[in-house]
């Protein structure tokens, strides 16, 4: 719903599609494209009554009149498990977005072994306020969901995310690592607020160390603040970024279950998470049970490419041969990601392949390890590590940061907007002390405008570059 409408009839040539289903509001987007010779649609279907489009309505009712005069043909069709029924786009964070075909066989494989790794049951109620078409929600959250016969509430907006938590008594939910660092940093900032920071740490030390014993009395002991997140919520499943350890431990001391979990469009979505019993922060603990995940040509500090192999893996891309054979390659798909194993068989993922930074003396920096530590800085609102080129044919690690207007106006509030610069750039130098030289800052670009994102909100690194470098940031 989020797509321009080049994008729409981009997506609706490319996918060849013979029909669509649309709202009210697309009426005078899908008669102009009645007569786009380049589509393949024979059937325009609106979602109401409106005049030169055929009704859902209406075929509704025509499909019951033909049942009650007799025909069953629909309830004899056949049924391929294994044929392409679902073509998602992917995100496009790094490219053109590709076509996924996915097949029945492919997302029920998922479903069922998802089954093996988070206990979830019919007296949960799921929050679901990530789109349904993309595979992370619409797997893990709503196909996932109804097998386990759980209720599904769907949110206002993400501004009414804390009060649906309430209103619902939401228990869980799947979400990206930016909604969860956003709410740790809200809940310490109230904490800090109270001057409680000293108390919250010793109550945080006494339940972990009777924990050690199996005696747990963390959500007696933080209601209060539990309450803010509706008083219910006991399991959170996120994914598709990096997470800050710091916000996965915080969150969890409370008494929250967080399951991190790691997978692509392209494997139905899941292929490795942690479970209810073996989780270790920052990682996506094992493969599932039906999918085989290796490191690829591993270097030194044991970092590869992830591969795969399993029924949740992907038929391929529509229409382009030239893609899949890039990503299929004896028998493996290649994702494209960056991870290693830990010596207790733990999987970690360190970035994207494209994403990697190389420096002339031959360093690789995996921009997303130091987008973690940034993300930590209170003013922080979202942050993209990039290589900026030199004029020695070698790369400057840079950062662009988003900054909180509404926090940095109530801890400076007599300080005007051309100071945050200073100020940001000195705390940066004070983090710069906690990494190797070679992974140091050396170039900011601070603003206030959101980055642009995908509907997952992962950011567009190849959209931002593009923008830093037509005004000039670089």
């Not at 769907?154 to 709410?183: A, H």
């Not at 970092?303 to 891309?317: D, H, Q, R, W």
Request: overall charge neutral; aromatic content about 10%; proline content about 4%.
């Amino acid at each position: 719903k989020a797509l321009p409408d080049n994008e729409i009839e981009n997506s609706i040539i490319r996918s060849e599609i013979d029909a669509v289903i649309f709202d009210k509001k697309y009426v005078e987007f899908f008669k102009k494209l009645k007569n786009n010779p380049k589509t393949n649609i024979k059937q325009f279907i609106c979602m109401d009554k409106v005049d030169d489009f055929t009704s859902l309505q209406y075929l509704i009712e025509n499909g019951n009149n033909l049942i009650d005069s007799g025909n069953d043909s629909y309830n004899n069709v056949v049924i391929d498990n294994k044929k392409m029924s679902v073509m998602l786009f992917t995100s496009g964070t790094t490219s053109i977005s590709k076509i996924v075909m996915l097949s029945q066989y492919n997302i029920c494989s998922n479903i069922y072994s998802t089954g093996c790794i988070a206990k979830v049951t019919s007296c949960d109620t799921f929050l679901s306020f990530l789109p349904l078409h993309h595979t992370y929600e619409s797997t893990t959250t709503f196909l996932y969901g109804l097998y386990c016969g759980i209720t599904i509430a769907f949110c206002d907006g993400l501004r009414y995310i804390v009060q649906n938590l309430k209103e619902y008594k939401v228990t869980g939910f799947v979400c990206v690592p930016l909604l969860l660092e956003s709410m740790y940093k809200k809940i310490r900032n109230n904490i800090e607020k109270k001057h409680l920071t000293t108390l919250f740490n010793i109550l945080t030390l006494f339940c972990n160390f009777l924990l050690k014993f199996g005696i747990d009395i963390r959500r007696i002991v933080f209601k209060s603040v539990l309450k803010q997140l509706g008083g219910h919520l006991r399991v959170i499943v996120y994914g598709a970024v990096s997470m800050d350890p710091t916000a996965i431990k915080g969150l969890s001391n409370l008494g929250i279950n967080l399951l991190n979990g790691y997978g692509l469009t392209e494997t139905s979505p899941i292929l490795s998470a942690e479970n209810d019993l073996y989780k270790k922060p920052g990682s996506v603990a094992f493969p599932l049970p039906d999918m085989e995940v290796k490191i690829y040509e591993p270097n030194e500090q044991g970092i590869g490419e992830i591969i795969a192999k399993g029924p949740s893996v992907m038929l391929g891309y529509y229409n382009n041969d030239e893609a899949n054979k890039e990503v299929f390659r004896d028998g493996w798909f290649h994702t494209g990601d960056l991870g290693y194993y830990d010596n207790d068989g733990y999987l970690f993922i360190s970035g994207r392949k494209k994403n990697v930074i190389v420096l002339k003396n031959g360093k690789n920096i995996y921009p997303e390890e130091i987008e973690i530590l940034v993300s930590r800085l209170p003013f922080v609102q979202e942050n993209m590590v990039f290589g900026k080129p030199t004029d020695d044919n070698d790369l400057c690690i840079s950062v662009k940061i988003v900054y909180n207007r509404e926090y940095m106006e109530k801890e400076y509030p007599n300080i005007s907007k051309d100071n945050y610069y200073d100020i940001i750039w000195k705390q940066i130098k004070e983090l710069n002390k906690l990494l190797p030289p070679y992974k140091h800052i050396k170039n900011l670009i601070l603003t206030d405008e959101p980055m642009i994102k995908t509907t997952t909100q992962k950011i567009k690194r190849n959209e931002e570059l593009k923008r830093i470098n037509e005004r000039g940031n670089l």
